[in-house]
């Protein structure tokens, strides 16, 4: 069973400390949702999971199967399994995003990124199925993309790579519902497929679509509640301001 685990872990950026001591688990086959205020430190938490050079680990550790990737390049957490989304993804119009694709398939199978892929062929049809033009896939990574169109790509990555463990940094941004609804359907077959996959949104929007096995919510850098699909309700119906104060956070 693949397994990521984020140890106490405690992340820095020029000098100031943004995460102070956050742990979790995310395992095979299983969703988790990841909630929080705005600046609670839940974008940190992913850029130092995907081995942003920026966000200094100064303390704790990341395990995936057990072995720690605290100190790999972004890639090699890649061909490991990992798959990162993120909330505002950079465009890279010079790089068609089918040949994106193909690149990644490749870097995972190990093969030379260059080298045809049979299975690209696949991702015109998860296109169809997750409302997204085709010729997006002929254009360049993001050239012209809306922020839905974004994150249908970024799910389609993921389809397509089938990753040990799949993290999405609010997956539901710019999207309406039938969008949610298409992306939502999406990562039920990755996990369905035995994939992790944990996705942190503001709102409980998208949790009415695709029911969480845990739900941790952050706040000042810290994880200061975990449980159910009932905590992203709460959430929903009161605010988090009020659900803090009801538990002591704050």
Do not use: C, W
Not at 208 to 222: A, H, I, N, Q
């Amino acid at each position: 069973m693949a397994v990521l685990e984020v140890k106490d872990l405690h992340v820095a950026v020029e000098g100031k400390k943004i995460l102070k001591g956050v742990s979790l688990a995310i395992r095979s086959g299983e969703i988790a949702a990841l909630m929080g205020p705005n600046g609670s430190g839940k974008s940190t938490l992913f850029q130092t999971i995907a081995g942003n050079p920026r966000y200094e680990v100064v303390e704790g550790d990341i395990l995936l199967d057990g072995v720690s990737i605290r100190g790999m390049a972004p890639e090699e957490r890649f061909a490991r399994g990992l798959f990162v989304g993120f909330q505002s993804p950079i465009a890279v119009p010079e790089v068609r995003f089918a040949f994106l694709i193909q690149a990644m398939l490749n870097k995972k199978a190990g093969k030379k990124l260059g080298d045809a892929n049979p299975r690209i062929g696949e991702a015109y049809k998860l296109a169809d199925e997750l409302g997204l033009r085709r010729d997006v896939l002929n254009r360049g990574t993001g050239a012209g993309f809306s922020g839905g169109e974004f994150k249908r790509a970024e799910v389609l990555l993921a389809l397509m790579v089938r990753p040990s463990v799949a993290i999405l940094d609010e997956p539901d941004s710019g999207l309406d519902v039938d969008g949610m609804a298409a992306i939502s359907k999406a990562l039920a077959r990755l996990v369905e497929g035995g994939t992790g996959v944990l996705i942190s949104t503001h709102y409980a929007r998208i949790l009415r679509f695709l029911e969480p096995d845990r739900v941790y919510v952050m706040f000042d850098g810290r994880l200061v509640l975990e449980g159910g699909p009932e905590i992203a309700r709460k959430v929903e119906e009161s605010g988090y301001e009020r659900i803090f104060k009801e538990s002591g956070v704050i």
